[in-house]
């Protein structure tokens, strides 16, 4: 069964979840930073047993993927990297939600329907 939130439960799990998300986000800012030169180091490296440029960078794809997996392993879905935009699921009025969070925000203060996603933020009004 999957676990749900509430708002509550949401923001106190923030005080783990923050610096996963802050270490994700400086990850993936690296990475993109040597995405042209990765990709054509992953080309060339396919067919002659590796590269220095790429076992550099491939401790940060083995973290990232590790801090993925835990943060999926609470239920908690990671929307956006750049922003570090995340949603939580809960239950609302007897249907499934999404609490959301970015990075730059002190708590967990919107909600939006599954379909809605980012755009169709609202301010939470319950507990």
């Not at 400086?26 to 440029?53: D, L, M």
């Amino acid at each position: 069964m999957p676990k749900y939130y509430t708002p509550l439960e949401a923001n106190n799990l923030l005080e783990v979840v923050r610096p996963m998300i802050k270490e994700l986000m400086e990850i993936a800012t690296r990475i993109r930073e040597h995405q042209p030169e990765i990709w054509s180091v992953v080309e060339k490296s396919a067919g002659n047993g590796g590269n220095p440029a790429l076992s550099k960078i491939l401790p940060d794809f083995d973290k990232l993927d590790a801090i993925l997996h835990r943060i999926q392993d609470m239920n908690i879905e990671v929307k956006d990297l750049s922003t570090g935009l995340i949603d939580f699921p809960a239950v609302h009025n007897g249907r499934v939600v999404l609490l959301c969070w970015q990075y730059d925000e002190e708590s967990i203060q919107f909600w939006h329907e599954v379909e809605a996603g980012f755009a169709g933020r609202q301010p939470i009004d319950w507990e």
